[in-house]
């Protein structure tokens, strides 16, 4: 695994504490699996990850939707490099290396074009640590087994990432429904590669009473960054009454 910078690591904690405490107090402010990626580029953005190009363009560290430095198969998840065969896919979230950004062209960055990604990987050294995290998220919002399929496909997507680059990967699968298959979702999520952070965190209401168990996570210590439900609502009232 990589080392990022603490400050950078703490940030990723921090938002990822955030979004999961909002989601286990209160999951029916997410309708979306895109109400999830809102919050947690809410949580995550500040002007620290703010960077200025080589060719003198202020961006961020952070973008959602950011392209992967290799072609796969959607189906079969087989990975072919930066050869033409499959398509590129883009990881839901993505921190870059400042140092990246500092020495490379706006259009580098962007990563649109697999010829400039084909150039920049000539250079193995800094096109492995072009990236310091890449963040995929699932929200489980009905009975469909194609959930555990969907997790399945974006572990492998993050462990073909990590074969070029060297960053922090997370997996974030949040479910607000009493989940046909939760038991095999479990066993996925507890058995993930330990390359991968991984964590489901469920949080739903059955006849007015909310469930909300402890996330699941396949090992790394995910439950310091959390709070119970009722001890966030409390905290908060008491920072808010300080005021």
């Not at 002007?47 to 060719?55: G, P, S």
């Not at 400039?116 to 193995?124: D, F, L, M, Q, W």
């Not at 939760?182 to 059955?206: G, Q, R």
Request: net charge positive.
């Amino acid at each position: 695994m990589p080392k990022i910078e603490s400050s950078f690591s703490q940030l990723v904690s921090d938002g990822i504490r955030k979004t999961v405490n909002k989601f286990r107090e209160h999951p029916c402010i997410f309708f979306s699996e895109m109400d999830l990626h809102s919050y947690l580029y809410h949580c995550l953005y500040t002007t620290k990850l703010e960077a200025r190009t080589k060719d003198g363009v202020i961006t961020s560290c952070l973008h959602k939707e950011y392209p992967t430095n290799f072609r796969y198969s959607k189906e079969t998840m087989e990975d072919y490099g930066l050869t033409k065969q499959g398509i590129r896919g883009h990881f839901d979230l993505a921190i870059l290396d400042p140092q990246f950004i500092k020495q490379s062209s706006i259009e580098s960055i962007e990563n649109k074009n697999i010829g400039e990604a084909e150039a920049r990987s000539k250079n193995r050294e800094k096109f492995r640590h072009e990236l310091l995290v890449a963040i995929e998220l699932k929200y489980v919002v009905n009975n469909s087994r194609k959930f555990i399929e969907e997790v399945e496909k974006d572990n492998k997507k993050l462990l073909i990432g990590l074969k070029y680059q060297s960053f922090e990967a997370y997996n974030l699968v949040f479910c607000n429904k009493q989940y046909y298959y939760i038991n095999e979702l479990a066993k996925l999520v507890e058995n993930t590669n330990s390359n991968i952070k991984i964590m489901l965190a469920l949080s739903d209401y059955t006849d007015e009473k909310k469930n909300t168990p402890k996330p699941i996570t396949n090992g790394w210590s995910f439950q310091n960054l959390i709070v119970h439900p009722d001890s966030a609502r409390e905290n908060n009232g008491m920072a808010q009454q300080s005021r």
